[in-house]
């Protein structure tokens, strides 16, 4: 009897081509293991204990609303996930011996794990694919994490989410988007059994609520931020950035390098990350945002600046040299493509998607930066503020992202990651400062303004692994409800784990005593 034909593979709607950075950090994802893989843990509070069933369908309600989550790259394409594909969500009960650290505790080991596990292990990429190249499962993927039976309820510590998320389809915004729309479908499915309950009961059935508009994908960046020079631009920009690659070392001859771990330079397979996490209270955050207002900056560039003290004081980049009267210590910074968007590019506060730029700030690192940090949080501020200089780096990732993702790009990357000399340094360390979480604030207080009566996200720990790139560490900042959570990643033997716990500590410190 003749074997069946395969199924066909179902007609798939395209969305769009793939912008050039995007194609870029799903190549930089395969290539080099986790690198620009997201990994957002909440912690979500209840003042009743939340079950698996509720928080799987609440991550199915919030992919719904959002085309990001709904969308496969085939080729060089965005296309519409089948309806059949339905979100990933695994599900773990905390031990017993893990649970006086915390579900959230037990949720940020295991979302390191995760990343940790690289493209081959539970969260592959490329993903299983039919015959035809669709993959069949999503890029992305959830973790739940619940206490034990048994166990006493927290209501601050009730549950923890996590949403891991490749950086092609999202950035560190989306996650207060998502974790926004999180809120909400928990929020919308507590009302429908608080409606059905009160039917049941004999009371007449409340209106339905409106239904939530979905947020589509938006343009890609090139296409919300084009090079200048119309159809050279994109040529002229790559021989810019070449120009600029050999002209480096000449430029910043006054930046002081990171100091060499001990050993031989480490391969890319023998790199590893790790993640630690700080939570700076509320009290403290609001005297430090007074402060950074007082001396003419911003919370984000004060966290610049106390970032480079800290790498200075633990050790992490060389020492001044003698004699040299200003020397500076480079930090990479995000730039969140949304704000300054034009008005009719799609993009918007809401929007999920890989909208960022990225700029290297050289900050002014002095004797004097140990006592008073706000000469150099000033310094950041007339950097990255200056007119123009926003839309020039978004302009400039696009292209990069361009050149990156072509064939002479990925073997340049390749070489530099993989080079003795640069010890996997391809990018100094980093500052990705979210900020406020306003959407998810915004969703807490519709809860509160309701009564109180379903869970909210207290606190959001980001992280992106990046370990076989290379990049030595990063710091990433997201403030929920005034509480700043803060996670450095870390790459080893690079940047070994007791210096990044030093670095860690001595960011907060200093937060503390400028404010």
Not at 84 to 95: I, Q, W
Not at 277 to 295: G, Q, S, T
Not at 331 to 356: E, F, K, M, Q
Not at 399 to 418: D, H, I, P, Q, Y
Request: aromatic residues 4%; neutral net charge.
């Amino acid at each position: 009897m003749a074997a069946k034909p395969p199924a066909p593979t179902p007609a798939l709607t395209p969305r769009r081509p793939m912008g050039g950075t995007e194609r870029f950090m799903r190549a930089s994802e395969r290539d080099y293991g986790s690198t620009f893989r997201i990994a957002a843990v909440l912690t979500l509070a209840s003042a009743t204990p939340l079950a698996a069933a509720d928080l799987t369908a609440a991550v199915a309600a919030v992919a719904a609303r959002h085309d990001a989550l709904r969308t496969l790259a085939v080729g060089d394409t965005f296309v519409e996930a089948p309806p059949t594909l339905a979100p990933c969500v695994d599900v773990a009960v905390v031990s017993p011996g893990s649970m006086a650290a915390g579900v959230t505790a037990a949720a940020f080991d295991a979302a390191q794990a995760v990343l940790a596990g690289g493209v081959g292990g539970a969260w592959a990429n490329p993903p299983p694919a039919a015959p035809g190249g669709v993959p069949t499962v999503l890029p992305w993927r959830a973790g739940v994490f619940l206490p034990p039976p048994g166990a006493p309820h927290n209501a601050a510590d009730a549950a923890a989410l996590v949403w891991y998320t490749p950086h092609y389809l999202s950035d560190g915004t989306s996650i207060d988007a998502l974790a926004a729309a999180t809120v909400d479908a928990l929020a919308a499915a507590a009302a429908a059994v608080a409606a059905a309950a009160a039917v049941a009961a004999g009371g007449a059935s409340p209106p339905p609520p409106p239904p939530l508009a979905v947020v589509p994908l938006a343009p890609p960046l090139g296409a919300v931020y084009p090079s200048p020079g119309g159809p050279l631009g994109v040529p002229l920009g790559m021989a810019r950035f070449l120009a600029m690659e050999a002209l480096t070392p000449l430029l910043t001859w006054n930046r002081r390098r990171l100091a060499a771990p001990r050993g031989p330079p480490a391969k890319p397979a023998d790199r590893s990350s790790t993640a630690r996490d700080a939570l700076v209270p509320a009290a403290v955050v609001r005297r430090f945002a007074a402060a950074a207002k007082a001396a003419g900056t911003t919370v984000g560039c004060a966290l610049v600046a106390a970032t480079a003290a800290a790498l200075d004081a633990v050790g992490v980049v060389a020492p001044a040299p003698a004699g040299r009267r200003r020397s500076t210590v480079a930090i990479d910074v995000p730039i969140n493509a949304r704000v300054g968007a034009p008005a009719a590019s799609g993009l918007h506060p809401t929007t999920v998607g890989c909208y960022v730029g990225s700029a290297v700030v050289d900050v002014p690192v002095t004797a004097a930066t140990a006592d008073d940090l706000w000469p150099a949080a000033v310094a950041v501020f007339g950097t990255v503020h200056t007119a123009g200089y926003r839309r020039f780096q978004a302009e400039s990732f696009g292209v990069l992202g361009e050149f990156l993702s072509t064939g002479l790009g990925r073997s340049m990357l390749g070489a530099k990651v993989a080079s003795p000399s640069e010890q996997g340094r391809l990018m100094p360390p980093g500052v990705s400062n979210v900020g406020r979480c306003t959407l998810t604030d915004a969703a807490n207080a519709r809860v509160a303004d309701g009564g109180g009566g379903s869970p909210t996200v207290t606190a959001v720990r980001l992280m992106d692994w990046e370990a076989t790139m290379g990049a030595p560490l990063i710091l990433y900042s997201c403030t929920v409800g005034g509480d700043m959570a803060l996670v450095l990643t870390a790459v080893q033997p690079l940047v070994p784990t007791a210096t990044a716990d030093a670095v860690l500590a001595e960011v907060v410190r200093r937060m503390e005593a400028a404010a």
